[in-house]
């Protein structure tokens, strides 16, 4: 991985990658995202702001402005904050966790209940690879509706107009469809 200087983000893909995460210097480096990640967010936490002022702290957050449609009523947490991507018209209800090194992409319309959590990471299984990390994105299509105290784990695609009813969510689900239960199932079709 080449050298970084923390504020430019161009080598923060490099996790989106699904490679190892295993490196003195890749730790530094989400060690220091992960740091400047946590200062935006106990600002953002820590008092009221407007909705104004919610969305600009979060567009610092993602790196990039997000759209006046979005909301989130905080306390709003993430590990990283520069590989989330929100759609129009997203809502975002409190105490989510977005674990987004490798990446969560949320399409228009996208509605997140309390306290949902979003792993894009994964440890190695076998004993001597447990300390590296392995990222794969999230994505969620148009109009996704993920119930609150669910968990979407890493690698998974939800389709346009699906519902995850209090679900921990370990592949990918057909749009069109909603799922409940650990693992999540098909309860049924929209």
Known sequence: MPSYVLGTFTEYPYVKTGRALNTAEIHRFMNDMSNEARRITFELNNAYHTPEEVRNLLS???GKTVDESFRVFPPFYTDF???????KNVFIN??????DHGGVSLGDGCQIGHNVVFATLNHGLAPEDRQTTYPAPIT???NVWVGSNSTILQGVTIGDNAVVAGAVVTKDVPENTIVGGVPARIIRKI
């Open 60 to 62: 610092r957050l993602f």
């Open 81 to 87: 904050g520069k590989n989330i991507t929100v759609g």
């Open 94 to 99: 409190a105490c989510c966790h977005f674990q």
């Open 140 to 142: 969620l299509g148009k």
